[in-house]
T-cell receptor, first 115, second 118 residues
């Protein structure tokens, strides 16, 4: 079983739709949860970061963490064609190399938003 | 602020040949990472440097992969000899402390080097 599981998609939605991206994980030690966005032929860029359980909102993006279910989500409201990218969840148990800070990535979900 | 630079952007080689990738991290970042991203998968950490010392190389295939970070700045990753399964994007990232929102270390990624082994 992989430590982090993510539905690879691809996911295609019309412009303006609400998008839900999800990851499950098995390691209960994970405390730091991130979403990265990766455009084609580019490196990943940090989109959202959440510590422990709860919600975090940034503009059209909302990240949710449910540690009891080992489940994290990213919601995109009013999706735009410019949101078309691969979205990677990532998580770690701590901060820094000596505190379990290694990032474990999901396999990514490819999202396409059609005009 | 300049981002993480990598070169070359693309490389095609025959199996059993050798290849080297170069990375220049964001100025002042003490931590440098090399990741392997196989098509359809998330990045997998190969090696992590703190300044010029290795702190994690547990997933580096040491019989064929090597990496160095002389003087704690630039880094090179080498594969010798390459195998077909090494075809992937090799991403370099750096961090200098300070995660957006407080705590942790945000990793900034370069554009990657796409390697195709024939």
């Amino acid at each position: 079983q992989k430590e982090v599981e993510q539905d690879p998609g691809p996911l295609s939605v019309p412009e303006g739709a609400i998008v839900s991206l999800n990851c499950t994980y098995s390691n209960s030690a994970f405390q730091y949860f991130m979403w990265y966005r990766q455009y084609s032929r580019k490196g990943p860029e940090l989109l959202m970061y959440t510590y422990s359980s709860g919600n975090k909102e940034d503009g059209r993006f909302t990240a949710q963490v449910d540690k009891s279910s080992k489940y994290i989500s990213l919601f995109i409201r009013d999706s735009q064609p410019s949101d078309s990218a691969t979205y990677l969840c990532a998580m770690s148990a701590g901060i820094g190399y000596n505190q379990g800070g290694k990032l474990i990535f999901g396999q990514g979900t490819e999202l396409s938003v059609k005009p | 602020e300049a981002g993480v630079a990598q070169s070359p952007r693309y490389k095609i080689i025959e199996k059993r040949q050798s290849v080297a990738f170069w990375c220049n991290p964001i100025s002042g970042h003490a931590t440098l990472y090399w990741y392997q991203q196989i098509l359809g998968q998330g990045p997998k950490l190969l090696i992590q440097f703190q300044n010029n010392g290795v702190v994690d190389d547990s997933q580096l295939p040491k019989d064929r992969f090597s990496a160095e970070r002389l003087k704690g700045v630039d880094s090179t990753l080498k594969i010798q000899p390459a195998k077909l399964e090494d075809s992937a994007v090799y991403l370099c990232a750096s961090s200098g402390g300070g995660l957006a929102g407080g705590g942790g270390e945000t990793q900034y990624f370069g554009p990657g080097t796409r390697l195709l082994v024939l």
